[in-house]
Each structure stands twice: as C-alpha cells, then as structure tokens.
Nanobody, 123 residues
Framework: QVQLVESGGGSVQAGGSLRLSCVAS????????MGWFRHTPGKEREFVAA????????FYADSVKGRYTISRDNAKNTVYLQMNSLKPEDTAVYYC????????????????WGQGTQVTVSS
C-alpha cells in the first residue's frame, strides 16, 4: 500500500511558477513510476508528466513540455513538479499517482492516487 500526499499548490499570475511536491509512504517508492495528472471540472483527467523509478526517464504531455519539469528524490520518497511559465489554462487540481508498469504511464490506470492540490493561474 502506498499513500501519497501532495502540497505546493496555490494561486499565481500568468507567467509565474509553482513547485508541487508529493510525499509517498512505504519502502518501495523507488520501484514505482510516479506521475502527475490534472483535472478541471467538465473535462477528463489529463496526464501531465511521469518519471521512472530511477529518475532516468521522463514523460510529458505536449501541453506542458518545455515548461514543466518532473523530478524525484528517492531518499525522501518525494516526487516534484516544477511548473514555469504558467498559463490560465493550467488551472486545475493536480494529482500525483504511482504505477508499477511503464505500460500505463500515460494512462489513468495508476494504482495509487493522492488527494490533489489546487493550482489557480490568473491572467
């Protein structure tokens, strides 16, 4: 069982930056791919970024490529999402999630989910 707790959300003006953190419980953190998703009311949950267990591979949605950076610190059981050049359309609840297989990295079929953190970008 893995429990995930996100933090770092907030309100920022367009062009600003935020860094989200997600702390995981358990001793098997490094065996999981970790992903970030976002959800806006009326839309489907959207894949944002993911990172392999060692951190050697990263994956991004086209909409955030070049602006967002995912990273992890396995010693701290933490995954981060650095978000730069934020746009109003980035406004959403952001979730971190864990999955054991690369097959599902870009899908929503993750095994464990956090409770989400709100990010609001004003124009």
């Amino acid at each position: 069982q893995v429990q995930l707790v996100e933090s770092g959300g907030g309100s920022v003006q367009a062009g600003g930056s935020l860094r989200l953190s997600c702390v995981a419980s358990g001793r098997t953190f490094s065996t999981y791919y970790m992903g970030w998703f976002r959800h806006t009311p009326g839309k489907e949950r959207e894949f944002v970024a993911a990172i392999s267990g060692t951190g050697s591979s990263t994956f991004y949605a086209d909409s955030v490529k070049g602006r967002y950076t995912i990273s992890r610190d396995n010693a701290k059981n933490t995954v981060y999402l650095q978000m730069n050049s934020l746009k109003p359309e980035d406004t959403a609840v952001y979730y971190c999630a864990a999955v054991g297989s690369i097959v599902f990295v870009r899908t929503s079929r993750y095994e464990y989910w956090g409770q989400g953190t709100q990010v609001t970008v004003s124009s």
